[in-house]
């Protein structure tokens, strides 16, 4: 039984740190995409609007009651069907957006929830718009209590890019992919991205519990 090649590891290295770096662009980019379809998808849901709310409920009943894998083959591989052609790049920063949104939504409309609807009744006998209490008053104070689900999603979307490989988007998981069927060296390949997505994950981790310490301390403060 041959050992683990730990110099073939070292070598490999490099390659898989390129994907790493494509891997962590591609989260942030999910993050803030997600997030700004989310805040719009959470509003929708939390209007006085009936429409808003059936088109905000059925986003979500739809986004997250399909598996991320097949939204990215209909990003990618259906929609040139109909004249629609993305890269594997664009398929990838969309597709996990609009997942991303549809979970983010929920997380932002229990934040803007939790907060005492007392406070917008105060604002709105201020003069407010609903506009102005939700940008001023509201959303200000909810951003704190979502930090904790957000930074859970940011890890979550890390950990879903690699389902992006399936649309032959190169990232950690693809370039471990391709040295594994290159080399035929599975176990140093993918222990090492496995590794490496663990070191991502830790970091980011440790990154988001310090601001939510900061933050409590503030809002103590």
Known sequence: MQGFDF?????????LLQGAVMTIEL?????????VIGLIIA?????NFKLFQVLGGIYTWVIRGIPLLMQLFILYYAL???????SPFGAAVIGLSICGGAYIAEIIRAGILS???GQMEAALSLGMSYTQAMRRIILPQAYRRLLPPMSNEFITLM???ALVSSIAMVELMRSANHLS?????PM???MTAALLYLLLTTVFTVVFDKMERRLAVTEEN
């Open 7 to 15: 110099a073939f590891a070292v070598k490999i290295l490099p390659v």
């Open 27 to 35: 989260t942030v980019l999910a993050i803030i995409f997600g997030t």
């Open 43 to 47: 509003l929708a849901k939390i209007s």
């Open 80 to 86: 040139p069907e109909i004249g629609i052609k993305l």
């Open 115 to 117: 907060i005492d609807k």
């Open 159 to 161: 950990k879903d890019t």
């Open 181 to 185: 069927s290159t080399y035929f060296k």
């Open 188 to 190: 140093e390949a993918y």
